[in-house]
């Protein structure tokens, strides 16, 4: 009986060994380092050029398809945008750091007018269409990709100090398809709206692999929601961006608007030509275009209108006073022309009299 209780003693013993063993071997972590892991890694991608195509289909209004093609490079992030027939250009960090210039090849609305190369400080623009969404973060926000440009990386991080649940373990989930998960869930009780949480379904053998992004909001349980259809893998280094995605927004449970997208990544941690964030790198860009100066900094000329000619802004005066020069070296030039015509040919009319 007494070697009996021995051995049941060290079965137990052995077992709570093991199980402390396993335990400790599968450490669940925090949601804050899966969030900081994700960062990690898309960061990773410092320059490179990505055509994204989104058609957008809202409820009462007809289909949508925006196009862009975006070159990242450091701080500097310019898109060529098309949609509805026309190109916009928006450039951050291509006149110096903190800056943002945007121009389009639209129709002015005063028919005698010039649509105006125009100018602002990096943190503000007068609309969202004068904005960029950074493809390093599509996939990852619960959002249309033309309302991502609200979100920064940092946001997450951001969002880890501010919120304790964060310091919580992330708990196992099963997305249909798809590998293990992750579950990040984020509640923020002091939001503007009674029951606001996101909710990231990250891939639990790598943090740079997001499937799914959600964002509820109010007590009937309103959902936005971006789900990653496939990923592609690009670059040497192991990058993993999203190829297609869906996106869907819900509200009192009725579909109020949808989109899809696809990502193509051109290029990845490849080097760019300087040019595509000049201005002379802007195909669309007319000599004649008015300049519109919104920076805080301090314009290239104190006073005067200014304009674009080609190679530089200037003031409008210097402008018009080259294109008249420019005008009467033409009419010089072709004054020397006719007078050369006139004296070759009253050189062949000499000629012909002496002969006869």
Not at 119 to 125: C, I
Not at 138 to 154: D, N, R, T
Not at 277 to 305: A, C, M, N, Y
Request: proline residues 5%.
């Amino acid at each position: 009986m007494k070697n009996f209780t021995q051995i049941v003693l060290w079965s137990l013993s052995l077992s709570l060994l093991l199980c402390l063993n396993v335990t400790s071997g599968a450490t669940v972590p925090r949601q804050s380092d899966v969030l900081g892991g994700l960062v990690h890694e898309r960061t990773k991608i410092k320059r490179g050029c990505f055509e994204i195509v989104s058609t957008v289909s809202t409820v009462g209004f007809a289909d949508v398809t925006w196009t862009w093609t975006i070159w990242l490079d450091g701080d500097k992030c310019r898109a060529d945008v098309r949609r509805n027939g026309a190109k916009d250009v928006i450039c951050e960090g291509c006149y110096g750091k903190n800056t943002r210039l945007f121009y389009t090849d639209r129709t002015p609305p005063d028919k005698d007018g010039k649509m105006a190369l125009s100018f602002y400080d990096g943190d503000s623009a007068p609309s969202p269409f004068e904005t960029v969404s950074s493809p390093l973060w599509v996939g990852v926000h619960p959002c249309a990709f033309e309302s991502l440009y609200v979100f920064q990386p940092a946001s997450l991080l951001d969002i880890g100090k501010r919120v304790a649940s964060l310091a919580n373990p992330v708990t196992e989930v099963v997305v249909e398809g798809k590998p293990p998960c992750w579950l990040v869930s984020i509640a923020i009780p002091e939001g503007s709206n009674d029951g606001e949480s996101f909710l990231y379904f990250v891939d639990q053998s790598d943090s740079s692999r997001i499937y799914r992004s959600e964002y509820r909001i109010g007590k009937n349980g309103e959902i936005l929601t971006d789900v990653i259809d496939t990923l592609e893998h690009y670059g040497k280094e192991c990058f993993f961006l999203p190829k297609k995605l869906k996106y869907v927004r819900k509200e009192q449970g009725k579909i109020t608007s949808k989109a899809e997208i696809s990502v193509n990544a051109i290029s990845v941690n490849d080097q760019l030509s300087p040019e595509i964030f000049s201005l002379k790198g802007i195909d669309i860009l007319q000599p004649d275009t008015p300049v519109e100066w919104s920076l805080t900094r301090d314009r290239p000329f104190p006073e005067g209108r200014m304009v674009w000619d080609g190679k530089d802004i200037v003031l409008e005066d210097r402008l018009a006073a080259a294109l008249k020069d420019s005008g009467r070296f033409f009419w010089f030039r072709l004054a020397c022309v006719l007078i050369g015509l006139a004296l070759i040919c009253w050189g062949l009319a000499l000629k012909s009299r002496k002969k006869d």
